[in-house]
């Protein structure tokens, strides 16, 4: 049998033709409105840009967080307000960025004071721990903790002998009396606890230290602050996944 005579004129393209040069430009369109296929945020640009409106709610919040919070929330503060000058829309990317590494610093400081407390208020011998005394590092979280810049460094006499003191004192004198008492406290333990005779009477020292701790997280500001970065960064993340390019979210 004869094969069935082709429709098909010369020159015309084929319908598989037609089909494979619209996939083309379906392929090529997308190449133009996304990035590259490559690893970091800076291959991005400013892909996928955070609109004006969004930065300054954050800022927003951020400038009316109240004193006694978290040093780092207004480091953070300072990047935003930058960005939000710049000539183009930033990259989500950037403020994701900011907001994470800030409410990392934050909560790092707040649950090792935190948890120190409670294991403390379980196992008072913790206070007395000699490799690492109290003293060397207890000042410098609970400064950071309400606004101030502090060294990350052990140091027992930190808060005696820099500047921070007078700092916090005006910002805060309740802040500063839970503070300036518990290193007190915990630098008498940590001298009568070099002799065994002194032990109990340093003990009771640093449990007098531990209560003046105990005081200062009930003055702190941070948890609304943190709740509400927490929403922001949420809603930076499912804007950046609605925008294809969630497989570069870093984990902090």
């Given at each position: 049998?004869?094969a ?23 392929l090529?369109?997308?190449?133009r ?19 004006q ?7 927003s ?37 900011i ?154």
């Open positions: 049998m004869d069935p005579a082709s429709t098909h004129s010369p020159g015309t393209p084929t319908d598989a033709e037609i089909q494979l040069k619209h996939a083309y430009e379906v090529a369109a997308a190449a409105q996304s990035p590259p296929p490559r690893h970091g945020i800076m291959a991005f640009g400013n892909y996928p840009a955070v609109h409106p969004w930065l300054q709610r954050m800022i919040i951020l400038d009316t967080r109240g004193q006694l919070t978290h040093v780092a929330w207004g480091k953070a503060l300072e990047e935003l307000q930058k960005i939000v000058l710049l000539p183009e829309e930033p990259s989500a990317f950037l403020p994701l960025d907001l994470s590494a800030a409410k990392k610093a934050c909560i790092k400081d707040l649950e090792h004071l935190s948890d120190f407390i409670h294991q403390s208020v379980e196992n008072p011998m913790l206070l007395l721990n000699k490799q690492r005394p109290v003293s060397g590092w207890s000042a410098q979280c609970m400064v950071r903790i309400v606004g101030t810049e502090a060294s990350q460094e052990d140091n027992s006499n930190w808060w005696l002998t820099s500047s921070i003191s007078e700092s916090v004192e005006k910002l805060c004198e309740r802040a500063w009396i839970s503070i300036h008492l518990a290193q007190d406290r915990f630098m008498k333990t940590q001298a009568l606890c070099r002799g065994p005779n002194d032990f109990v009477t340093g003990r009771e020292y640093a449990i007098r230290g531990l209560d003046h701790m105990m005081d200062f997280v009930h003055l702190h500001q941070n948890g609304q602050v943190v709740a509400r970065v927490e929403c922001f960064i949420t809603e930076l993340q499912q804007f950046i996944r609605a925008k294809g390019v969630g497989g570069h979210l870093r984990s902090f």
